[in-house]
């Protein structure tokens, strides 16, 4: 599948984007350990993490994590091999890095939710990162934009019942969860 580069995705939904980081900004605290994964959604939380004290994100895509520098932000960029001539990593380095840590939250997306809250990917790759981001982290938040809703890509990743938190634009009227909504 040909999944937009991560540049003309940032220019996608701007809007809904920033509205979902300002939402899911109020869970931030000082002095946390955050990771962001590849996503553009994640990377719209930088600006609200650089007003914090002493935080430190991790993240595998390079983007953000120039970004994250560029805003004074302490920041470890998890090693790995660019996916599909892109900005995210993966493979064994990312991987290895992932499974030595342990963050207080995870800010991840994904390119579809069914109303059954089964959160999916077109990519298998960064799904096997994000399983790994989400053992990784203490508390798991979802973002996503409505354009996402109601659709189902070929790899699951995981159902919102098993994750602490999902940020949307708008309400889900049709989902069926146990999971916190913001």
Do not use: W
Not at 147 to 157: A, C, D, G, R, W
Request: neutral net charge.
């Amino acid at each position: 599948t040909n999944v937009a580069s991560f540049y003309d995705r940032t220019h996608k939904n701007v809007k809904e984007k920033r509205l979902i980081a300002q939402k899911a900004s109020v869970l931030l605290k000082d002095g946390q350990t955050v990771l962001l994964d590849s996503s553009t959604s994640a990377t719209f939380l930088l600006p609200y993490i650089a007003k914090h004290h002493n935080m430190t994100v991790f993240t595998n895509n390079l983007s953000t994590a120039l970004h994250a520098i560029e805003l004074g932000i302490q920041t470890h960029c998890l090693g790995g091999r660019a996916i599909n001539g892109g900005t995210a990593l993966s493979g064994t380095e990312t991987f290895t890095a992932l499974s030595n840590i342990m963050v207080d939250m995870l800010f991840f997306s994904s390119q579809s939710l069914d109303s059954r809250g089964n959160i999916s990917d077109t990519t298998e790759e960064e799904n096997y990162a994000r399983k790994m981001m989400l053992n990784s982290a203490k508390t798991k938040v979802f973002l996503c934009d409505s354009e996402k809703f109601n659709t189902q890509s070929t790899y699951k990743l995981c159902n919102l019942n098993e994750i602490d938190c999902a940020v949307f634009d708008i309400p889900y009227l049709d989902l069926n969860t146990q999971c916190k909504i913001l």
